[in-house]
């Protein structure tokens, strides 16, 4: 069961959360926000996965809580009960990547058997990857762009698409990567493709700023530089060296994407999980459902894993990816309903959707101070969690909630 399903369910859970735990909130005007990336000049950017009405866009958020859209008419639309629509950005300074979700590719079916959309698609470039670059960088607009339908249309068919705002300033955009729709299933006909999570992970060494740039700068300076200046040599160099790393919760895999050319791989297939449950609850296996990546400073990849009905407590886990070798092992146990997992200062936080979901309970989010650690909640009462970032120079953890439209932010553990 994919995430925006879980979304849907979990209405009956609002009142019950919101009274168990207040947070002070940095926003409350997103459009069912995912994940969420942090930018050069400390502002949140969002991917917001709109109403179903190809209204889902991607916001900058600033510390006091206002909200700037910078891209809107992306699409959206209503699977499964809940919008979808944009589901993750990657900040590269001057160039966001732009993750689109699983849209309605699937029609209405009765389980386990799924059908494609007899309609068809409302919008071609679901389940992609599309290139924002911004003119000036998205820390100082302040007036977005709206997307039209024949926009929509030219970036399908490969297109690179300008638009203008009447502040003089632009954005560029490209189909980066254009991901399949659906996949054969032996048990349901069919899967449909719905990526999740995005990330980014890539550097200069210091024999290219010998060979392009100053030899007198650092490689943290070239690289500031580099996303500053996409099209310079520097920058150029940069994007070479940079891959998109991703998860599909539809299809339970790991892939990645080089940010120069769009081709992409599948890193690794995340296998059925046992259901303790069964023969009681559910069938004798469950999906492993990924559902956040992110890059640890050891070159592998963190991947935390929600799984699927019945949603059973501690089964949940988060993963570790070798992106090389696509060998997986478990990272951290004992978890239920995982939506996001992050690094940071030796810590890792994990969202959890919800600590008993069939009971109607509300999410939180954990600290563990090492894989083998006991957790500390961090906070709970979280009403469908499923982005967190941390933001070292606010001295704040900020998490998404999808279904009240809600930034909040939380004091950073010390």
């Not at 956040?292 to 949940?316: I, K």
Request: glycine share 10%; proline share 8%; charged share 20%.
């Amino acid at each position: 069961m994919k995430p925006k399903v879980l979304l849907s369910l979990i209405l009956a859970t609002v009142a019950t959360a919101a009274s168990l735990q207040a947070h002070d909130v940095l926003t409350g005007a997103t459009l069912s926000p995912y994940k969420l990336s942090l930018t050069p000049g400390g502002n949140v950017v969002v991917a917001e996965g709109g109403t179903g009405h190809d209204d889902g866009r991607v916001s900058l958020v600033s510390r006091w809580g206002a909200r700037h859209t910078l891209l809107a008419g992306l699409p959206s639309s209503i699977a499964e009960s809940f919008p979808t629509g944009p589901t993750a950005v990657a900040d590269a300074h001057r160039t966001l990547y732009i993750l689109i979700g699983e849209g309605d590719v699937r029609g209405v079916s009765a389980p386990p058997v799924q059908v494609p959309n007899p309609d068809g698609l409302s919008s071609p470039i679901f389940s992609s990857i599309l290139r924002a670059r911004f003119d000036p960088v998205p820390d100082g607009i302040r007036t977005g762009f709206t997307l039209a339908a024949e926009h929509i249309r030219a970036l399908a068919d490969g297109r690179t698409v300008t638009l203008d705002n009447s502040a003089g300033e632009s954005v560029e955009l490209e189909l980066l990567t254009d991901f399949r729709d659906l996949d054969p299933d032996p048990v349901t006909s069919l899967r449909s493709a719905n990526p999740f999570s995005l990330t980014l992970v890539g550097s200069l060494t210091a024999d290219d700023l010998i060979e392009l740039g100053d030899p007198s700068m650092s490689v943290e300076q070239g690289n500031f530089a580099a996303r500053l200046h996409p099209d310079s040599p520097l920058g150029r160099r940069l994007e070479e060296r940079t891959r998109l790393y991703g998860v599909d919760s539809g299809l339970n895999t790991v892939i990645e994407v080089a940010a120069a050319t769009g081709r992409w791989r599948v890193v690794a297939r995340l296998a059925p999980i046992p259901n303790p449950l069964f023969p009681g609850l559910g069938g004798p296996v469950v999906d492993a459902v990924p559902t956040a990546v992110c890059a640890t400073g050891s070159g592998t990849l963190l991947v935390s894993l929600l799984t699927g009905f019945p949603f059973a407590s501690g089964l949940a886990r988060v993963a570790e990816v070798d992106p090389a070798t696509g060998e997986i092992s478990e990272y951290l146990g004992g978890l239920t309903t995982a939506t996001d997992v992050t690094v940071a200062d030796e810590a890792i936080y994990v969202l959890e959707l919800s600590t008993d979901f069939l009971g109607q309970a509300p999410g939180r989010l954990l600290r563990f101070d090492d894989p083998g650690a006991a957790p500390v909640v961090v906070a709970g009462g979280l009403i469908g969690p499923t982005g967190v970032l941390v933001h070292p120079r606010w001295g704040q953890l900020v998490v998404s909630e999808s279904f009240t439209g809600r930034l909040l932010r939380l004091p950073l553990p010390r």
